[in-house]
C-alpha cells in the first residue's frame, strides 16, 4: 500500500477510491499546483478529501453550505479536523441571551470574557488543527476583512463548481434607494451608458460613506463614553458600521479594477425605488487573491465539472499548472434511466404553445408515480405556477410550490411528509439529497439554460457562449442527480424540453458518460 493511502479514514474503499487518491497525489508530487476532480455522487469524495489532507499537512477543507460542513464534521472530527463557522453560530458567555456577533456589537470595551468565548476558542482549535473545515462564505469573509488565517499545504475545494457564484458575492455591490437616502442623496441615480461614466459617480458617493463612517464612529464612541449605554443602540450602529466598511471595500475594489476588467452594472426599478448593482464579467482577476494564495496544492472537486477548460477560464487557473480527473460513476444505468418525452421547445418564443403539452405530460407521469414522491424543475416561476394550476385536479393535493419567501419551509415540508408530495420549484437544482423514497422521479421542465435577464449573463453569454452552454449543462445534471444518491437507490428521470437532444448532442464533451449512456432510445 502506498502511504498515501495509509491515511484512509474508512476500513474498505469504494470503487475507484483508492486509484483515484493515488493520482491525485502522484499529480500534486510532480509539481501540479492544481488538480480538478470530476468525481459523481457515491465516489466518496468526502474520504478522498480527509485522505489528502491528512497526507499533505495542515489542509483548508471548504465546502458550500453548513449542511456539507456538519456531514464532514459528524464523520470525520476524529480525525483531526476541526470545524469552524461564523460568530453568529455561537452562543455569547458574556451576555448569555444572544450570539457571539451581537455580543460583539453590545460590548463597550475589549470582551472581559474573550478568554471563554466559545468563538474565539473554536477559533484557537481550528487554527492548530490537521485540517481547518468551514465553508467559502466565512472563507471569503476573512479573506476580504480578518486575514487571520495562515497558509497551509492544500486547500480542498469541495463543490467547485459554485465558486463563481460566491466569489461575486463578496465583490459585486449595490445602490439602492435607501442606501442613498442614508448618504444624504435625494437625487435619481444617473442612467448613463458605460461604467466609466459611472466611476465620478461612485467616487463622490465614496467620499459620502467615508463622511458617514467617521460620523458613526463618533456616535459609537459617545456611546461608549455615556453613563448610561444604550445597548440596542450600540449594537445598531456597529451593524451600520460593518456595512459602511464592507462598500467602502468594495467600492475600493471596484475602482482599482474597472480599466483591467470588465465590470457591468444594471439599474433597476421597482415600487419602493430604483437600484444599481456593480459587478465584475468574470471573477478571474479575483481568485488568485481571494481564493488560492493560501496554499501551494488546491485541489478542485465537484461531482460536474464537464472538463478543466471552462472551469480553469472561469476561475483563473492556467491549464498548464493544472490536471483534470474524472471518476467513472459507480451506480447502475438501470437504476436511474432517463426519459426524452419530447413535449415540446421550450424557448422563449415557443413555450407559451409547448406549455399545455407540458401539463398534459406531466399529468401522465403523475399517474405513473401515483405512490411517490417527486421533484420537477420549473425553471421558473411562471412555469412553476403553470403546472400547479393546469395539473388534473386528482393531483392538485399533491403539489407543493413555493416563492422566494418560503423555499427552505416548502421544502421541510416536502420531506417530512410520507404522502405521494410532489415538489415544483425553479431553484434547488443544487445542493438538494433526496435519496431513497424522498424522491423516486424528477422531472427537469426545460433546458436550464441561464436568464438573459441579467445584463451580466447576458454579456458573458455574447463574448464567451460556450460558458453559457456549459453552465446549462452543469446545471442540467446536478438537476437529475438530486435524487439518485447511493448504490442501492433508483429514480426515474424525465426531461420535457425537446431541444434536449440536440443540445446534448452540441455539447457531448460536457456530459458524463453515465448521464450519456442512462438514456432510453
Same mark, same amino acid.
Given at each position: 500500500?502506498?502511504?498515501?493511502?495509509?491515511?484512509?479514514?474508512?476500513?474498505t474503499f469504494?470503487?475507484?477510491?483508492?486509484?483515484?487518491?493515488e493520482?491525485v497525489?502522484?499529480h500534486?508530487e510532480?509539481?501540479?499546483?492544481y488538480?480538478?476532480l470530476?468525481?459523481?455522487?457515491?465516489?466518496?469524495?468526502?474520504?478522498?478529501?480527509?485522505?489528502l489532507?491528512?497526507f499533505?499537512?495542515?489542509?483548508?477543507?471548504l465546502?458550500s453550505?453548513?449542511?456539507?460542513?456538519?456531514?464532514?464534521?459528524?464523520?470525520?472530527?476524529?480525525?483531526?479536523?476541526?470545524?469552524?463557522k461564523?460568530?453568529?453560530?455561537?452562543?455569547?458567555v458574556?451576555?448569555g441571551n444572544?450570539?457571539?456577533a451581537?455580543?460583539?456589537?453590545r460590548?463597550?470595551?475589549?470582551?472581559p470574557?474573550?478568554d471563554?468565548?466559545i468563538?474565539?476558542?473554536?477559533?484557537?482549535k481550528?487554527?492548530?488543527?490537521?485540517i481547518?473545515?468551514?465553508?467559502y462564505?466565512?472563507?471569503?469573509?476573512?479573506?476580504?476583512y480578518?486575514?487571520f488565517?495562515?497558509?497551509?499545504?492544500?486547500?480542498?475545494?469541495?463543490?467547485?463548481h459554485?465558486?463563481?457564484?460566491?466569489v461575486?458575492s463578496?465583490?459585486?455591490?449595490?445602490?439602492s434607494?435607501?442606501w442613498?437616502?442614508?448618504?444624504?442623496?435625494v437625487?435619481k441615480?444617473?442612467?448613463?451608458?458605460?461604467v466609466?461614466?459611472?466611476v465620478y459617480?461612485?467616487q463622490?458617493?465614496? @467620499? *459620502? $460613506?467615508?463622511t458617514?463612517?467617521?460620523?458613526?464612529?463618533?456616535?459609537i =464612541?459617545? !456611546?461608549k463614553d455615556s453613563? &448610561?449605554i444604550?445597548?440596542?443602540l450600540?449594537?445598531?450602529?456597529?451593524?451600520e458600521m460593518e456595512?459602511?466598511?464592507?462598500?467602502?471595500?468594495?467600492i475600493?475594489?471596484?475602482?482599482?479594477?474597472?480599466?483591467?476588467?470588465?465590470?457591468i452594472?444594471?439599474?433597476?426599478?421597482?415600487?419602493v425605488?430604483?437600484?444599481?448593482?456593480?459587478?465584475?464579467l468574470?471573477?478571474?482577476?479575483?481568485?488568485?487573491?481571494l481564493?488560492?494564495?493560501?496554499?501551494?496544492?488546491?485541489?478542485?472537486m465537484?461531482?460536474?465539472?464537464?472538463?478543466k477548460?471552462?472551469?480553469?477560464?472561469?476561475?483563473?487557473?492556467?491549464?498548464?499548472?493544472?490536471?483534470?480527473?474524472?471518476?467513472?460513476?459507480?451506480?447502475?444505468?438501470d437504476?436511474?434511466p432517463?426519459f426524452?418525452?419530447k413535449?415540446?421547445?421550450m424557448?422563449h @418564443? *415557443? $413555450?407559451e404553445?409547448?406549455?399545455?403539452?407540458?401539463?398534459?405530460?406531466i =399529468?401522465? !407521469?403523475?399517474?405513473?408515480? &401515483?405512490?411517490?414522491?417527486?421533484?420537477?424543475?420549473?425553471?421558473?416561476?411562471k412555469?412553476?405556477?403553470?403546472?400547479?394550476?393546469?395539473?388534473?385536479?386528482?393531483?392538485?393535493n399533491?403539489?407543493?410550490?413555493h416563492?422566494?419567501?418560503d423555499?427552505t419551509?416548502?421544502?421541510?415540508?416536502?420531506i417530512k411528509?410520507?404522502?405521494?408530495?410532489?415538489?415544483v420549484?425553479?431553484?434547488?437544482?443544487d445542493?438538494?439529497?433526496?435519496?431513497?423514497?424522498l424522491?423516486?422521479?424528477?422531472?427537469i421542465v426545460k433546458?436550464?439554460?441561464?436568464?438573459?435577464?441579467?445584463?451580466?449573463?447576458?454579456?458573458?453569454?455574447?463574448?464567451?457562449?460556450?460558458?453559457?452552454?456549459?453552465?446549462?449543462a452543469?446545471?442540467?445534471?446536478q438537476?437529475?442527480?438530486?435524487?439518485?444518491?447511493?448504490?442501492?437507490?433508483?429514480?426515474? $428521470?424525465?426531461?420535457?424540453?425537446?431541444?434536449?437532444?440536440?443540445?446534448?448532442?452540441?455539447?457531448?464533451?460536457?456530459?458524463?458518460?453515465?448521464?450519456?449512456?442512462s438514456?432510453?432510445?
Amino acid at each position: 500500500m502506498s502511504e498515501v493511502l495509509k491515511c484512509f479514514p474508512f476500513k474498505t474503499f469504494r470503487k475507484h477510491q483508492q486509484e483515484t487518491i493515488e493520482k491525485v497525489q502522484k499529480h500534486f508530487e510532480s509539481e501540479k499546483e492544481y488538480v480538478i476532480l470530476e468525481s459523481p455522487t457515491g465516489s466518496g469524495k468526502s474520504g478522498i478529501a480527509v485522505c489528502l489532507s491528512l497526507f499533505n499537512g495542515n489542509s483548508f477543507l471548504l465546502t458550500s453550505q453548513k449542511v456539507l460542513q456538519d456531514q464532514y464534521w459528524n464523520d470525520f472530527s476524529n480525525k483531526g479536523l476541526h470545524l469552524l463557522k461564523g460568530k453568529s453560530n455561537y452562543s455569547c458567555v458574556n451576555f448569555g441571551n444572544c450570539d457571539c456577533a451581537e455580543g460583539c456589537l453590545r460590548i463597550t470595551k475589549k470582551c472581559p470574557m474573550r478568554d471563554m468565548c466559545i468563538y474565539e476558542l473554536e477559533k484557537k482549535k481550528a487554527m492548530n488543527s490537521k485540517i481547518l473545515l468551514t465553508n467559502y462564505s466565512y472563507y471569503l469573509h476573512v479573506m476580504e476583512y480578518a486575514r487571520f488565517l495562515q497558509p497551509r499545504a492544500l486547500t480542498i475545494f469541495d463543490e467547485s463548481h459554485n465558486l463563481e457564484q460566491h466569489v461575486f458575492s463578496i465583490v459585486e455591490f449595490s445602490f439602492s434607494s435607501y442606501w442613498l437616502s442614508k448618504l444624504g442623496v435625494v437625487s435619481k441615480i444617473p442612467e448613463y451608458q458605460t461604467v466609466q461614466e459611472y466611476v465620478y459617480w461612485v467616487q463622490e458617493l465614496l @467620499s *459620502k $460613506i467615508e463622511t458617514l463612517k467617521i460620523q458613526t464612529e463618533s456616535q459609537i =464612541n459617545f !456611546i461608549k463614553d455615556s453613563s &448610561s449605554i444604550d445597548l440596542v443602540l450600540l449594537a445598531n450602529l456597529k451593524k451600520e458600521m460593518e456595512a459602511l466598511e464592507s462598500q467602502s471595500n468594495k467600492i475600493n475594489k471596484f475602482l482599482k479594477t474597472y480599466e483591467s476588467t470588465e465590470w457591468i452594472f444594471d439599474l433597476t426599478d421597482s415600487k419602493v425605488g430604483n437600484k444599481i448593482t456593480f459587478k465584475p464579467l468574470t471573477i478571474a482577476s479575483f481568485t488568485k487573491d481571494l481564493l488560492f494564495s493560501m496554499s501551494e496544492k488546491k485541489l478542485l472537486m465537484s461531482a460536474t465539472i464537464g472538463g478543466k477548460k471552462n472551469l480553469c477560464k472561469t476561475l483563473g487557473i492556467n491549464e498548464d499548472e493544472c490536471e483534470y480527473i474524472s471518476v467513472p460513476s459507480s451506480f447502475s444505468n438501470d437504476r436511474r434511466p432517463i426519459f426524452l418525452t419530447k413535449s415540446g421547445n421550450m424557448s422563449h @418564443s *415557443k $413555450i407559451e404553445s409547448t406549455l399545455p403539452k407540458v401539463a398534459e405530460d406531466i =399529468n401522465t !407521469i403523475l399517474e405513473h408515480h &401515483s405512490n411517490e414522491k417527486g421533484l420537477i424543475h420549473s425553471q421558473s416561476y411562471k412555469i412553476q405556477n403553470y403546472i400547479k394550476e393546469n395539473v388534473a385536479e386528482v393531483f392538485k393535493n399533491r403539489i407543493i410550490t413555493h416563492d422566494s419567501t418560503d423555499r427552505t419551509s416548502s421544502l421541510a415540508e416536502f420531506i417530512k411528509s410520507n404522502k405521494p408530495k410532489v415538489l415544483v420549484t425553479p431553484s434547488m437544482t443544487d445542493g438538494i439529497d433526496l435519496k431513497d423514497d424522498l424522491a423516486r422521479f424528477i422531472v427537469i421542465v426545460k433546458i436550464p439554460y441561464l436568464f438573459l435577464g441579467d445584463k451580466q449573463i447576458k454579456r458573458r453569454m455574447e463574448i464567451d457562449p460556450e460558458w453559457y452552454r456549459w453552465k446549462a449543462a452543469l446545471t442540467l445534471v446536478q438537476a437529475a442527480g438530486r435524487a439518485m444518491r447511493h448504490d442501492n437507490d433508483h429514480c426515474t $428521470i424525465y426531461i420535457m424540453d425537446s431541444g434536449i437532444k440536440w443540445f446534448i448532442k452540441q455539447n457531448r464533451d460536457y456530459f458524463p458518460e453515465y448521464f450519456i449512456d442512462s438514456i432510453q432510445n
